[in-house]
């Protein structure tokens, strides 16, 4: 028979337990709120500068790079944004799961330097002995200026042709439910690259944008030096927006998982108290039953 005090106890622990998840739930449901109405903000600019590059290409070859140009050594950047925190490993889960397998060999492994913006990526590859050359960790309410050492990095790496592609891979947030892992080469910009992304942002090209004619066009001081500036452009501004998507997504997935764990909670108070319940109705039987006996016994003596 279980004791009704120690069922009383665990039923006002797991209480207090709710009490303690409800205010993590809404604490993540604030920041939520935060990041959300500031990634919209910046997706607003965001796709208008994509769809600028999309109109602007049917005129100029904006990905007409010199090859010979390019880094010959076969070493590839890989920048990877994770979550900095706790309860919400799923989100990261299957970014490093695609990585992983994607450079699951050893000798491509080890042609690999990785960037981890985020906590819980820079754990993955340095346990699984990936050679990371740069970290950070990203607070809720950051801003470009705490990614600035990372642009330096991979700019001043591309200028010195240190390696053969730069890829970035993020979480992108569509909503609270759905965060769907993307992938983008920055480096060298191709248009193969660039419309597959334009598409899964579900991008179009903007069609109210007019240039009939080269000649329309004003490009200063010269093609060159636009190609070369839009390559460190777009790389700040991709950056920017995976780490504001990712962080998002972080506390999407967060506030899911207390509201979860906050609804669990409650299904085991009601467990609890249906036991509870089952076992002081067991013993008021049980003292009935003895007090009923007592009483036949003392009129039959």
């Known amino acids: 028979m279980a004791n009704t005090k120690l069922i009383r106890e665990k039923i006002k622990s797991v209480g207090n337990l709710k009490k303690i998840i409800k205010a993590l739930e809404i604490v993540s449901t ?56 706790w309860l919400c490993w799923w989100i990261n889960a299957k970014l490093m799961k695609h990585i992983a397998q994607k450079y699951q060999d050893a000798n491509m492994k080890k042609d690999v330097d990785i960037i981890a913006i985020g906590k819980k990526a820079l754990e993955f590859f340095v346990r699984d002995g990936w050679n990371v050359v740069a970290s950070t960790a990203l607070k ?8 600035h050492a990372i642009y330096t990095y991979i700019n001043q790496a591309i200028v010195k042709k240190t390696y053969a592609k730069v890829k970035v891979y993020f979480n992108f947030f569509k909503n609270i439910i759905t965060q769907v892992p993307l992938r983008f ?10 419309e597959a992304f334009l598409q899964d942002l579900n991008i179009a090209p903007d069609t109210t944008l007019s240039f009939k004619q080269h000649s329309d066009l004003v490009i200063e001081p010269d093609i060159n030096h636009f190609k070369n500036n839009l390559v460190q452009e777009l ?33 085991i108070m009601g467990w609890l108290q249906l036991i509870y319940n089952k076992t002081r109705q067991s013993k008021i039987t049980q003292e009935i039953s003895e007090i009923v006996s007592a009483k036949l016994a003392i009129e039959q003596n």
Not at 140 to 147: K, P
Not at 185 to 194: A, M, V
Not at 238 to 267: F, P, Q, S, V
């Open 30 to 85: 604030i920041k939520l709120q935060k990041l959300k109405t500031k990634t919209n903000n910046f997706k607003n600019f965001m796709l208008d500068f994509l769809r600028v590059l999309e109109s602007l290409k049917n005129h100029i070859n904006i990905f007409d790079f010199d090859r010979k140009k390019w880094s010959e050594s076969g070493r590839r950047l890989i920048i990877v944004v994770s979550s900095d925190k």
């Open 140 to 147: 809720d309410d950051f801003d470009e200026r705490d990614l």
């Open 185 to 194: 080469k920055l480096y060298p910009l191709d248009q193969e690259s660039f």
């Open 235 to 267: 790389t700040e501004l991709i950056i920017y927006h995976a780490a504001l998507h990712n962080k998002t997504g972080e506390h999407a997935a967060r506030m899911l998982a207390m509201k979860n764990a906050k609804d669990n909670c409650g299904d």
